[in-house]
Each structure stands twice: as structure tokens, then as C-alpha cells.
């Protein structure tokens, strides 16, 4: 008589990534998605917005505010759709099951005893205070005044707008969800990070987090911090095989900035 027993949560875990294939790409197509996602968040923010701007009524900067959430909420939900495109292409469903290996959205596993979860997620706390120390050097690089959201919301112009603005409140959410959620962090973290190890070996990580700097063509002058948060979000997302990672920590940064904006709104 054979007995069998339950897996365990990392057994489990072994099965259900030895059941989906996750092929490597070539340069050229790493490439050529990257530009799927940079070229169109550059031509909303520097093209559509502006005509978009004159389109809006309001005092100071708030007209381009408002043209920059609503184009790079597009941009942001377009890259959600080009991730869905491509796994389905390359998988052949959209099943969660499959979408979680294929996307590495599971749990972070120790590359040293093997644990999945658990007190492994603790390790999110200093990336978080990393990623905020690297944010920092963003204000080091000079920035248009109309295409900083951190210093409109803390301009008169900018309170006033959105007090009470509870349907902007909500596109901003949006925005945000689709930013470190579902879009810039899956397509490079969940996506692109886990192909790129046959183009460019043990070095994919720096590689994936050139190319999401360079993505930030929307947002030249964030460049040099994203550069840095590569060390918080593509590191330990290839450390871990976990994308959940990237998006935790990227996340933080969206949640403080989305709670002091409903203090504004109420």
C-alpha cells in the first residue's frame, strides 16, 4: 500500500515552477519591449499633455496636472495590457497559476536555506528605507515645476484643486495602482527580469535596472535615482524569484504619497 503524504508549502512551491517554462529572450526583443513601454509614456508626457493641457481649465499648473495624470495613467495601463499580450502569447493561457510563475509572482524563496516566505518578507523593510534614501537624489537633478506631482500637491494651486476632488483622487489611484502594481513593476521585474538571464548572464539584474531608468524618458530628471533603486527592486527580486518584491517596495513610496493626497481631498 502506498501512502502519500501533503506537499509542503516548498514543494509545492517546486511544482508549480517546474510546471511553467519561462523562455529567455533575445537582446532585440528585450529591447524592442522596453521601447513598447518608454516610447509611449515619452510621447504622452511630452506630446499629448501639453495639447492636452490647453484642453483643461484651472489656475497656474494645475491644466498640465491634470493632462499629466490623465496621460500617464494610459501609458501606465497600456504597459498592464502589453504584459497581459505577451504572457498570453508565450503561455498560451491567462490562468493565475501560470501567470504567477511566468510573472514571479510568488512568494520570495531564500537562495540559501531554501524558505519560502515567511520571515523572508522582513527583508522588504530595509529595501524600503533604501529606495526612499535613493528617492532623494531625484531632487538633486532640476525639474520643471509643472511636471513635479510632489511639489504641485504642495503648491496653493495644488491643494485647492484637489480639495474635494474625490473623481482626480480616484484616477490617481489609479494611476499608482497601475505604476507599481500593474504596470512599470510587473513588465520589468515580472516580465523582462526573469527573461534576460541567456542575454546577459549573471549580470540581468543590472541590465534590467539600466533599461527601467532609461524607461523613465517621461521623467528624465529621475533618471540618476532610479539608477540606484536598481540595488532595491531588480537585485532582490532576482535574489528572491520574486517580483513581489520590486512591487512591494516600489509600492511604499505610492501608498505615503496616495494618503497624503486623501488629506488633501477630505
Known sequence: ????????????????????EIPQLARR??????????????VLAWLVAPMLADRFAGDGHVPMAK??????????????????????????????SVVREALWLRSPRSPRSGRVGGRIWL????????????????????????????TFVESDAGKAFLDGAFGWYGLILVMFLFNTVLG??????????PRMNGAFGRGDWVANGLLF?????????????????TFTTSYPAKRYRSAWIGIAVHSAQSVFIGILVF????
Open 213 to 229: 531608468a532609461v524607461y523613465h524618458l517621461h521623467v528624465p530628471w529621475a533618471i540618476p535615482g532610479t539608477l540606484l533603486e
Open 67 to 96: 493632462a499629466l495624470i490623465v496621460s500617464l495613467a494610459i501609458g501606465m495601463v497600456w504597459q498592464f495590457i502589453l504584459v497581459a499580450t505577451l504572457v498570453r502569447r508565450e503561455q498560451g493561457t491567462l490562468r493565475w
Open 123 to 150: 527583508i522588504v523593510i530595509p529595501l524600503i528605507v533604501a529606495f526612499t534614501a535613493a528617492q532623494e537624489l531625484v531632487a538633486i537633478v532640476p525639474a520643471p515645476d509643472n511636471r513635479v506631482f510632489s
Open 184 to 193: 512599470e513593476e510587473l513588465l520589468f521585474r515580472g516580465y523582462l527580469l
Open 29 to 42: 526583443a528585450i529591447y524592442a519591449v522596453w521601447a513598447a513601454a518608454a516610447l509611449p509614456m515619452a
Open 263 to 266: 488629506t488633501l481631498v477630505v
Open 1 to 20: 500500500m502506498t501512502i502519500s503524504y501533503p506537499l509542503t508549502t516548498t514543494a509545492r512551491a517546486d511544482a508549480a515552477v517546474a510546471s511553467v
